[in-house]
């Protein structure tokens, strides 16, 4: 038996990786500067330049932390080297950040669309599912959408400041009332740029390696390093800048700045616009703005489902929740995980029915998320940091920890809502780990047919001769009824694979692990495949090697194997995708011809 270990493709280059972090981190701004106006008024600059300092604080946190996973994982990389239940915790409070972000993002997109306020609730849910049923294909380059609208949003961020320039005052700011309490209370409620820093950490795996850095050994300080600045430097100084164009609008406006707290960049982009060319130029730009910022929150909300989806199939691959959410579709997306992901957002929705509701419940997964993650690297010292980053970790996971106390004491709903994430979880994880040692395998009607006799007389070869010859099998058909004719007939090896295609972006180094040492005797289609052949190649004298893959890109794993293995022959089957397959995951045979070495014969057998 031969197994290949699945690594992930490491192709993602430092702008892809800042696009990808943009598309979630970058929205903050969207929402944030509204809420922090509706919670201080003309007193909220000190608070959002605070915010700002914060966020950039955290920035540079996660540069030492990518640098210390370059294998992804983000928070359930980090917490699992201290305790397998604090990573669960962390992973758990991640889940409810995604889940709010999915439900949030949604709304704001529809304000910023101009849909009426009656009506945002359904059509956000409406979309939230619509999106879940897309990611049922399991979209070959997930954020594609994210990394198309960063340029156009950072574009427009530009023209709004642009505009904004000329009516820059300090007339009507002053310092928050009523003392530190206060205006702690009030910071704490803006914390919501926070959001979306995480996603560097999960991202490290597929990340671009450092020059003369190798898999064994990963260093991609330079990708997420550049990656992590140029994001983090938008975020931080647009959403200040931008904040102060808001807070030099005229006070007598202060009531339409309060009803387009969701929207406030739109409104932000009219107003200045009006100003300099009048009305009909302001409605204009307003709706480009709109549609700009729309499509990136509904970006958002797709990162956010995959999210969740890829959390969960990592915890159930490394044994914390129950295997059969590992469970794949046809597409190689996990179907129980994809399932959670949209209808819980939904119910959040249909429980919440408002945005100032869904803006309380969004930080404490977050804020929790992150603390996890930095307070679990300060405190292990076996990871390589210097003396004066652990002591701003350090202090920075403490500063975490009031932000995020406070949100659980003042915010009462919000802190139910996390001990109902995570208690659920734990909940599961325990089942999960009750089951642990016990293995029931039911044997479905379809698992049954491919073993049965009548599959076997299918299969029987005819032709007799010799040579080395890898056949990629996805289920039993023709082709491997061929392939075994040809080696017969040619003497030759017969190779024959069977790649499980995975299609899930989340992954920690622990989990990576798990699936590099899966087998094919524990994939019930993959053993009936194999045990098969095995059978068929010994009844006509062929000697039969199984060959068993995990892989994210089946094309580039069966190109790496078939040239690895050195095979005089590729024999795969014709697809007969549907087209809308087709045009979410790519053809398969199309890529593999493109990259096939010209030593290696391909057949296509259909």
């Known amino acids: 038996m031969h197994t290949t270990d699945a690594h992930r493709p490491r192709n993602v280059e430092w702008t892809r990786a800042a696009a990808l972090l943009y598309g979630d981190w970058g929205t903050s ?42 294998d992804g994982g983000g928070v ?169 164009a808001v807070l030099s609008i005229d006070p007598s406006l202060s009531n339409d700045l309060v009803a387009h707290k969701e929207d406030m960049l739109r409104f932000l982009g009219d107003h200045n616009a009006t100003l300099l060319a009048g009305p009909a130029m302001g409605q204009m ?49 996990p179907t129980v995980p994809l399932i959670l992901s949209a209808v819980l957002p939904v119910l959040i929705l249909a429980i919440t029915q408002d945005f100032d509701a869904l803006a309380s419940l969004y930080a404490i997964g977050v804020v929790g998320a992150i603390t996890v993650n930095l307070s679990s690297c300060t405190t292990n010292l076996s990871l390589n940091l210097h003396w004066f980053e652990r002591i701003i970790m350090g202090l920075t996971s403490v500063i975490l920890s009031g932000v995020w106390l406070t949100i659980a004491y003042t915010i009462s709903h919000a802190l139910f809502f996390a001990i109902c994430v995570v208690g659920l979880g734990l909940a599961v994880r325990a089942y999960s780990h009750k089951l642990t040692g016990i293995k029931t395998l039911t044997v479905s009607r379809e698992i049954a047919d491919l073993v049965s006799p009548e599959a076997i007389e299918r299969l029987r070869p005819h032709m007799v001769e010799g040579q080395r010859i890898m056949v990629s099998a996805r289920g039993i058909t023709p082709v491997l009824r061929f392939a075994l004719d040809e080696a017969r007939l040619r ?52 000697d039969v090697l199984p060959v068993y893959a995990v892989s994210t890109n089946p094309a580039g794993t069966i190109l790496d194997l078939a040239a690895t293995m050195g095979v005089d022959f590729l024999m795969l089957g014709a697809s007969h995708r549907l087209s809308m397959s087709r045009l979410l995951k790519g053809n398969v045979v199309e890529e593999v011809a493109r990259g096939l070495p010209e030593d290696i014969q391909l057949i296509i057998h259909s």
């Open 285 to 333: 730009f307003g709706w480009i703005v709109g549609i700009v910022f729309g499509v990136l929150l509904l970006s958002a909300v797709n990162t956010a489902i995959v999210a969740v989806i890829g959390v969960i199939y990592m915890m159930a691959l490394d044994g914390e929740f129950p295997r059969q959410l590992t469970k794949l579709n046809r597409y190689g997306v």
């Open 491 to 542: 003497k030759a090896t017969l190779c024959v694979l069977y790649v499980k295609e995975l299609a899930v972006v989340y992954m920690s180094a622990a989990a990576d692990k798990n699936v590099g040492r899966a087998r094919w005797q524990d994939d019930p289609q993959a053993a009936a495949i194999m045990s098969l052949m095995l059978k068929l190649g010994q009844e006509v004298g062929v």
């Open 29 to 70: 701004k969207a929402y944030v500067i509204g809420l922090a106006f509706a919670a201080a008024g003309y007193a909220s600059l000190p608070i959002i330049v605070a915010v700002c300092f914060l966020t950039a604080l955290v920035g540079y946190n996660y540069s030492v932390v990518c640098r210390n996973f370059p």
């Open 76 to 244: 359930y990389s980090a917490a699992r080297l201290q305790s397998r239940l604090l990573a669960a915790v962390g992973a758990l409070l991640l889940i409810a950040n995604f889940l709010v972000t999915a439900a949030l993002s949604g709304w704001s997109a529809m304000s910023y669309f101009g849909v009426p306020q009656g009506v945002i609730a359904p059509i956000t849910m409406v979309t939230v599912l619509v999106l879940g049923v897309v990611n049922y294909f399991g979209p070959k380059h997930s954020g594609s959408l994210s990394i198309a609208m960063a340029i156009p949003t950072v574009i427009c961020v530009f023209a709004i400041l642009a505009i904004s320039v000329p009516h820059l005052t300090t007339a009507h700011l002053h310092w928050p009332e009523g003392g530190f309490g206060a205006t702690w209370t009030k910071f704490v409620q803006v914390i919501l740029a926070l959001s979306g820093v995480e996603a560097i950490a999960s991202m490290t795996g597929v990340m671009k390696l450092n020059p003369g850095s190798d898999p064994a050994h990963p260093i991609v300080t330079k990708t997420s390093s550049k990656a992590l600045f140029v994001v983090a430097l938008e975020v931080v100084l647009g959403t200040a800048l931008l904040g102060w």
